[in-house]
């Protein structure tokens, strides 16, 4: 039997849902040095895991491993809880780097198809 496919979720739905969550408890979002610790922590933990994987620096016998695509759902959360906690609407904070990608970089790097690599 085919698994049926879950509909994917838009950032604003993302939002909401960690929204929903962090609300259901009195203590809210952390203060935004706090979340800011915490996502420096996630990403120290999320760099370990892919030194692990595609670096020189192995893990010991006696730490976990766990998944890159767990560690980067931790730093997405965190992300996510410091957007809300500021007010940030990421969605517009994505659409707004992109734009500046865009233009800043159209001729920076070599565009796939140009002749060049083919």
């Not at 739905?13 to 915490?38: K, N, T, W």
Request: hydrophobic share 35%; glycine share 6%.
């Amino acid at each position: 039997m085919m698994k049926q496919m879950e509909s994917l979720k838009t950032i604003k739905d993302l939002q909401d849902e960690v929204h929903s969550y962090i609300s259901s408890f009195e203590e809210g979002y952390f203060p935004p040095m706090e979340l800011l610790a915490r996502l420096t922590e996630e990403l120290g933990e999320l760099s370990r895991e892919v030194q692990h994987v595609y670096g020189m620096k192995k893990k010991k016998k006696t730490e976990a491993v766990r998944s890159l695509e767990e560690e980067t759902g931790d730093l997405l959360f965190v992300l996510i809880c410091f957007a809300n906690a500021e007010g940030i609407d990421l969605q517009k904070a994505l659409a707004s780097v992109m734009s500046k990608f865009n233009k800043r970089d159209a001729d920076r790097w070599t565009k796939k198809g140009d002749g060049k690599n083919d």
